[in-house]
């Protein structure tokens, strides 16, 4: 074999059992967790700050709240091409006639042999890098929140609220792309079998 996209369905399918579902859901799941309950904390602390936004100076951070605003949404707009980008290089032909060559390990250490688990690490990778490139906006967006919330800005300016709207996006997509065998056959028909 010279390619992970001479893989056939069935090695493919044999290789997908309930574990290796189970563990991508685990890492979806965990990553998108965590900005949903970094978001939570963000309105927590908004709602509990009502006392900071009468407290608040006259002269609030409105320049530098400009400014992370569109620093946010410019790394947004960079890391959303780019996380297409690096998913969608992942299954290039140089990357899957080499994963066939790669050394890879399960989770229990054991060295991988088959090729249908070696499509899977691939996949794996290829999800992981990019949660993280979304997942990043996300987390900057919340932390621009969060300072809003605790100086009161936000009380008096609530349009900064627009920063919550890259960690929706992304718990939105964590949802609609959230693992199951189905979404993994797919994923492996349209990326990896496209190619041969």
């Known amino acids: 074999m010279t390619s992970?996209?001479?893989v056939t369905v069935q090695e493919f399918q044999a290789a997908l059992t309930p574990e290796a579902v189970r563990m991508f859901q685990i890492v979806q799941g965990a990553?998108?967790?965590?900005?949903?309950?970094?978001?939570?904390?963000?309105?927590?602390?908004?709602?509990n700050g009502s006392a900071a936004a009468e407290a608040a100076p006259a002269d609030n951070p409105e320049?530098?709240?400009?400014?992370?605003?569109?620093?946010h949404f410019a790394l947004l707009a960079v890391l959303l091409v780019l996380s297409a980008m690096l998913f969608n290089a992942q299954f290039s032909d140089a990357r899957l006639r080499s994963g066939v060559n790669l050394t890879l390990n399960d989770a229990k250490g054991r060295p991988l042999t088959d090729n249908g688990s070696r499509c899977l690490a691939l996949m794996r990778t290829a999800m992981i890098l990019r949660l993280a490139m979304l997942e990043g906006p996300a987390l900057f967006g919340l932390v621009i929140c969060l300072l809003g919330a605790m100086n009161g800005f936000l009380h008096t300016h609530p349009l900064y609220w627009v920063n919550a709207a890259s960690a929706l996006y992304?718990?939105?997509?964590?949802?609609?792309?959230?693992?199951n065998r189905q979404r993994m056959e797919e994923i492996f028909q349209t990326r990896v079998l496209k190619t041969a």
């Open 4 to 6: 992970l996209s001479e």
């Open 31 to 47: 990553v998108g967790m965590g900005v949903a309950v970094f978001l939570l904390i963000v309105i927590g602390m908004y709602v």
């Open 63 to 71: 320049g530098l709240m400009q400014a992370m605003t569109l620093v």
């Open 170 to 179: 992304f718990i939105g997509y964590v949802v609609q792309t959230f693992p």
